[in-house]
């Protein structure tokens, strides 16, 4: 059954990195919701085109912002344009993400950095570039994309995990911060989600994770959807610095 959040209707809310995966079942949830679902892509336009449709189709109001977060110069030009001329922003989803797996020995520095400015440094900077608007609106819901190895650590992830521990650290500061203006911040963990990301796994790797996890499957990137729909709701109106797990019990 799909909660409803009738507050979620006509509210604007960024999602980055929303071409595919989960963001983009993010996306699909919130115009479901009827929100204006700002998708933020850095890829294909024809694409992009067609996924404004999709989100219109669902049932919202869609616009594509096209800008890589870890190019701060593009992604402030981008927001600033938005908010001064279609509308003010009032949820943010902190959801592109990288990853590369390997052992930290054989992690090159710039392969380091690239984690770190897209994971952490790129999810700071787009909520310092909307905070100032953030203070003006009313109900402003903050969700940051971390990953249960953020908690748990994972050989071959050093930087991945460390990314997405910064995170947590990140927006239990921001949810601080913001509390007294009506801005929340919470964060998500998700363990392991059916998308490209784990596709890119082998398949002995995955029979073996999900030996690990207690329901015995990956979880759907609709699954995330509907906890990040909750979090930007005001069905969650108290619920700030939080971190939720949504692993299928990995973390147990
Ligand atoms: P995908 O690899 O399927 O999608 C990642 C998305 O982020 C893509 O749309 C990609 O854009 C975008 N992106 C990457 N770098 C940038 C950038 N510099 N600027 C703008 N957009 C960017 O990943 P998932 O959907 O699996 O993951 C989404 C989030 O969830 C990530 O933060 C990930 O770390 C986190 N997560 C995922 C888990 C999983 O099991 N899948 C588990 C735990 C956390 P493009 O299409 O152009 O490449």
Redesign the pocket.
Known sequence: MIASYSDLKNKVILV?????????SISLALAAQGAHVVF????DDAKAMALKEELERAGGKASGLR?????HEAMTKALDEFTKTVAPISGLVN?????KDTLLLRLKPEEISQII???LK?AMLVTQALSRNFLKAENVSIVN?????GLMGNASQAA?AAS?AGLIGFSKSVAKELATRNVRCNVV??????????DALQDKAKDEYIKSIPLNR??S?DE?AQLTCFLLSNASSYLTGEVIKIDGGLYI
Do not use: L, W
């Open positions: 980055t990195g929303a071409a595919r995966g989960i963001g983009k933020n892509y850095r890829g800008f890589d977060v870890t190019d959801n592109a993400g990288i990853s400015d897209t994971n790129g994309m971390s990953s249960i190895v991945y997405k963990c998700p363990g392991f989600i059916q998308t490209e990301m784990t990956f979880g990137t995330v």
